[in-house]
């Protein structure tokens, strides 16, 4: 894991990106990762891009993608003006899946959190993921909360 | 409930909205309503007011502001570049509880959410809060998530 590195994508990742939330039992049903990409997750990486709060996360091992998540910061007024930081779409390529990636990835989301000043990291999981939730809470995550979605569809 | 209106919040909402805040059994423990308000808050303020994807919100019945939220959009690769809405720090004043004022506001939220491309709103609720959970699901929200949070303090 000498060769890892973690940075902002950039819109060439996006395929790989794309290709990671498809490959996934949740994902497949949701996603269309096709060539060439569909309009819609152009324009929304450019959206994530123009907005300074939303930060697009790839992981990188030995040049090749193999990691992405995204961050938000969120301002806040409640706990005395605390920003919030939310990790989402957490995906590590099938392969390197128990290798470390995705636990250095989120503890180098963890310090970007806390060098813009937020005082907490929050996520929610499919409550069918249950791999997901031990690999959060190794990382320190408590789950304190009950995660609850209406879909406007 | 003639009366009722629903609108971003100013910077003279700020001390009501900091009240409710500090009115409920966990955020007694965490917010700092005296008078003048903290500087904290104001920054938190100006920070929300800047940021377009962000937008602090009140409830207003008969000229007397008596509840609010904090809505944020995401844009998002994830379901093929669906915008996500989510909701936090929900609070309404003690005495209007049971009312409806608090499902009329979060009703007007998950319209502006709509109007705004959202596919989905989501929000967390703590474990320990038993009647939020009935109140958000009598709304159409499904608890298929567990919420994580990592303190950073």
Known sequence: MENALFRDASIDDLPDIVRMLADDFLGAQRERYVHPLPEVYLRAFQEIEADENNRLIVAELDGEVVGTLQLSLTPSISFQGGKRATVESVRVEKKFRG??????MMMWTIELAKDK???SVQLTTNADREDARRFYEQLGFKASHVGMKLSLK
């Open 117 to 119: 000043g937020c005082i």
């Open 99 to 104: 290798s470390g990636i995705g636990r250095r």
